[in-house]
């Protein structure tokens, strides 16, 4: 969570680790992408450091049995290029191995958003689609086997794909970058 002063007011703000890593020190400034959260007696404000993380939330909340927490649960354990395309590819395994995401729960992600998450005109998408997601899904595999968190694991693999995009073309070059990533 964080606290945002926007005016003179503070705001506390819901937002995955990704926003959270990229947010920078304290009293900065900060731009972020919101959805505003109304429940019967709640108001909840949620931030994102991209449209893309925000359009996955949007989606994902849109998923029967999905809510807020859950959508930022699984925004904090992938990246946005890496969810959508577990849901595009229809992976499953790769699902259900994020916390609070069970068999039941990832076969419904898939089927209900599948279609809407191919039309979508999303950068990372693309890239998710490209190839790649076997080989970056077979990585974390190994970083797991060898005893590191998923979080870990996924957050070494994407910083190894963008410091090398060439890591790519093998499991063992991404393993290899990806253990240099690992902290």
């Given at each position: 969570?964080?606290?945002?002063?926007?005016?003179?007011?503070?705001?506390?703000?819901?937002?995955?680790?990704?926003?959270?890593?990229?947010?920078?020190?304290?009293?900065?400034?900060?731009?972020?992408?919101?959805?505003?959260?109304?429940?019967?007696?709640?108001?909840?404000?949620?931030?994102?450091?991209?449209?893309?993380?925000?359009?996955?939330?949007?989606?994902?909340?849109s998923v029967?049995?999905?809510?807020?927490?859950?959508?930022?649960?699984?925004?904090?354990?992938?990246?946005?290029?890496?969810?959508?395309?577990?849901?595009?590819?229809?992976?499953?395994?790769?699902?259900?191995?994020?916390?609070?995401?069970?068999?039941?729960?990832?076969?419904?992600?898939?089927?209900e958003l599948?279609?809407?998450?191919?039309?979508?005109?999303?950068?990372?998408?693309?890239?998710?689609?490209?190839?790649?997601?076997?080989?970056?899904?077979?990585?974390?595999?190994?970083?797991?086997?060898?005893?590191?968190?998923?979080?870990?694991?996924?957050?070494?693999?994407?910083?190894?794909?963008?410091?090398?995009?060439?890591?790519?073309?093998?499991?063992?070059?991404?393993?290899?970058?990806?253990?240099?990533?690992?902290?």
């Open positions: 969570m964080l606290v945002v002063e926007v005016n003179g007011l503070s705001y506390e703000v819901n937002v995955p680790l990704s926003t959270y890593e990229r947010v920078g020190r304290e009293s900065s400034e900060v731009s972020l992408y919101t959805i505003l959260v109304v429940r019967e007696d709640d108001l909840q404000l949620y931030g994102f450091a991209t449209e893309d993380e925000r359009k996955l939330f949007k989606l994902l909340t029967s049995g999905i809510g807020p927490r859950t959508a930022l649960s699984l925004l904090s354990s992938a990246n946005v290029g890496d969810i959508f395309g577990f849901i595009a590819n229809s992976n499953l395994q790769a699902l259900t191995s994020i916390p609070g995401i069970g068999k039941k729960t990832a076969e419904r992600v898939v089927l599948r279609d809407k998450v191919l039309k979508l005109d999303v950068g990372v998408l693309h890239e998710a689609l490209e190839g790649k997601e076997e080989i970056r899904s077979e990585a974390v595999d190994a970083l797991l086997a060898l005893g590191y968190s998923r979080i870990q694991s996924e957050k070494a693999v994407r910083e190894a794909l963008k410091n090398d995009s060439s890591a790519a073309n093998s499991v063992e070059e991404l393993v290899r970058s990806a253990l240099k990533e690992v902290k």
